[in-house]
């Protein structure tokens, strides 16, 4: 079955450590996202990709990169210059002719 | 600029009462699209509902429903009968004709009690 696949549902890291969380697709969708939740503030955009090694940041983008080399992948790494990094990420993607987005099923973060 | 409010924080309801979820939003986009998901407890996003800006005919599919008016601004959603596996947090969404960009609301609780 298509869908989004993100690892692992759990993560904890050290304050100070890169981390990398990883979102894989096999919809063949050309549009990948990345989304931070907080608890009562909704979904904010973190970067989004249209097409393979293109990328445009989102309202929250600092002390966060991404990269695109893959179709398929769209990796986040939340670095240390992140000042408050625990959250749910959320990766979603769609397909540029339709307007429908499939999302992920989220990795939270803890950074102690 | 987009934005969409969600004003009520959490709805607590006892089973098989009706509910309803207001979402009102604002863009300067003619053409735009709105959408609904659920986030259950287990934390993945739902999608139940997308709508044109260009079509405002409301939609009822079995238990759930939905009222777009422009006039208002407003896209909101009705739970009829509510179960306790409605409990959840429900989101709506904007995306702007000239964007790629989902911007979210900020959800509604809701807890269906037996």
């Given at each position: 079955?298509?869908?989004?696949?993100?690892?692992?549902?759990?993560?904890?890291?050290?304050?100070?450590?890169?981390?990398?969380?990883?979102?894989?697709?096999?919809?063949?969708?050309?549009?990948?996202?990345?989304?931070?939740?907080?608890?009562?503030?909704?979904?904010?955009?973190?970067?989004?990709?249209?097409?393979?090694?293109?990328?445009?940041?989102?309202?929250?983008?600092?002390?966060?990169?991404?990269?695109?080399?893959?179709?398929?992948?769209?990796?986040?790494?939340?670095?240390?210059?992140?000042?408050?990094?625990?959250?749910?990420?959320?990766?979603?993607?769609?397909?540029?002719?339709?307007?429908?987005?499939t999302f992920g099923s989220g990795t939270r973060l803890t950074v102690v | 600029?987009?934005?969409?409010?969600?004003?009520?924080?959490?709805?607590?309801?006892?089973?098989?009462?009706?509910?309803?979820?207001?979402?009102?939003?604002?863009?300067?986009?003619?053409?735009?699209?709105?959408?609904?998901?659920?986030?259950?407890?287990?934390?993945?996003?739902?999608?139940?509902?997308?709508?044109?800006?260009?079509?405002?005919?409301?939609?009822?599919?079995?238990?759930?429903?939905?009222?777009?008016?422009?006039?208002?601004?407003?896209?909101?959603?009705?739970?009829?009968?509510?179960?306790?596996?409605?409990?959840?947090?429900?989101?709506?969404?904007?995306?702007?004709?000239?964007?790629?960009?989902?911007?979210?609301?900020?959800?509604?609780?809701?807890?269906?009690n037996p």
């Amino acid at each position: 079955d298509g869908g989004i696949t993100q690892s692992p549902k759990y993560l904890f890291r050290k304050e100070g450590q890169n981390v990398t969380l990883s979102c894989e697709q096999n919809l063949n969708h050309d549009a990948m996202y990345w989304y931070r939740q907080d608890p009562g503030q909704g979904l904010r955009l973190i970067y989004y990709s249209q097409i393979v090694n293109d990328f445009q940041k989102g309202d929250i983008a600092e002390g966060y990169s991404v990269s695109r080399e893959k179709k398929e992948s769209f990796p986040l790494t939340v670095t240390s210059a992140q000042k408050n990094p625990t959250a749910f990420y959320l990766c979603a993607s769609r397909q540029t002719d339709n307007y429908g987005y499939t999302f992920g099923s989220g990795t939270r973060l803890t950074v102690v | 600029a987009q934005k969409v409010t969600q004003a009520q924080t959490e709805i607590s309801v006892v089973e098989k009462e009706d509910v309803t979820l207001d979402c009102v939003y604002e863009t300067r986009d003619t053409t735009y699209y709105l959408f609904w998901y659920k986030q259950p407890p287990s934390g993945e996003l739902v999608f139940l509902i997308r709508r044109n800006s260009f079509d405002e005919q409301n939609e009822i599919s079995g238990r759930y429903s939905w009222n777009f008016q422009k006039s208002t601004s407003s896209f909101n959603f009705t739970i009829t009968a509510s179960q306790v596996v409605d409990s959840a947090v429900y989101f709506c969404a904007l995306r702007g004709g000239s964007n790629y960009k989902l911007t979210f609301g900020k959800g509604t609780l809701l807890t269906v009690n037996p």
